[in-house]
Structures are given as structure tokens and as C-alpha cells.
Nanobody, 130 residues
Framework: QVRLVESGGGSVQAGGSMRLSCAES????????MAWFRHAPGKEREGVAA????????YYADSVKGRFTISRDNAKNTLYLQMNSLKPEDTAMYYC???????????????????????WGQGTQVTVSS
């Protein structure tokens, strides 16, 4: 059973930076898609960044391109989201997600859908104040 546990959320002022971490356990697959989603009250869930653990250029939503960086430390089985130049509109609950089937589909460039991923963490809150 895949288990994902996020950490690193909190409060920051606009223009600041924050790094989210996601510790993964229980996964015996080698190559699969992982991503970060966010969900703000009254808004749709948004997939902001994704990577394929087997390699390739990550996917970024237009709303975060150039500001967020997704990465993974394979030795530690930990996924990261480095968030720079944060804006109040980045305020949301952030979720680490994974889907072990299907290959590197998450790098195709199409927007991510929450139904694409079968494994979700419990979420970590990010609040950006103006």
C-alpha cells in the first residue's frame, strides 16, 4: 500500500519561498508519475506540477511555471515542491499524489486531473499573506 505524507506547509508573506516535502513508503514500483495538487476553498483542485520518476522534463501548470520546481530524491523516496515568489492566490491545501500505473503520461503536457491519481497524502496547508 502506497503511503504519502506531506510536510513543510505554513504561512509566508507574498514574495517569499517555501518547500514542501512528501515522504513516500510502501511502493514497490520503479517508474511512475507523482505530482502536487492544490485545493483552495471555492475553487477546483489544480494539478500544479508533476514528474515521472523514470526521468523526463516535469510538467507545470501555467499558474506556477517559472516559480515552482518539482523534484524527487530517489534515495530518500521523497518528493519536493520548491515554491518561490509566492502570491496570495497560491494559498491552498497542497497534496502529494502518485499513480503507479500507465507510464509517463503525466509529462504529456495536458492539464492534470485529480482522477488521474490513485494515491493521495493528507495534505499540508500553505497560506500566503499580502
Amino acid at each position: 500500500q502506497v503511503r504519502l505524507v506531506e510536510s513543510g506547509g505554513g504561512s509566508v508573506q507574498a514574495g517569499g519561498s517555501m518547500r514542501l516535502s512528501c515522504a513516500e513508503s510502501g511502493n514497490t514500483f520503479n517508474n511512475y508519475c507523482m505530482a502536487w495538487f492544490r485545493h483552495a476553498p471555492g475553487k477546483e483542485r489544480e494539478g500544479v506540477a508533476a514528474l515521472f520518476t523514470g526521468g523526463g522534463s516535469p510538467y507545470y501548470a501555467d499558474s506556477v511555471k517559472g516559480r515552482f520546481t518539482i523534484s524527487r530524491d530517489n534515495a530518500k523516496n521523497t518528493l519536493y515542491l520548491q515554491m518561490n515568489s509566492l502570491k496570495p492566490e497560491d494559498t491552498a491545501m497542497y497534496y502529494c499524489v502518485a499513480e503507479i500505473y500507465g507510464g509517463n503520461w503525466c509529462l504529456s503536457g495536458r492539464p492534470l486531473k485529480h482522477t488521474d491519481f490513485g494515491y493521495w497524502g493528507q495534505g499540508t496547508q500553505v497560506t500566503v499573506s499580502s
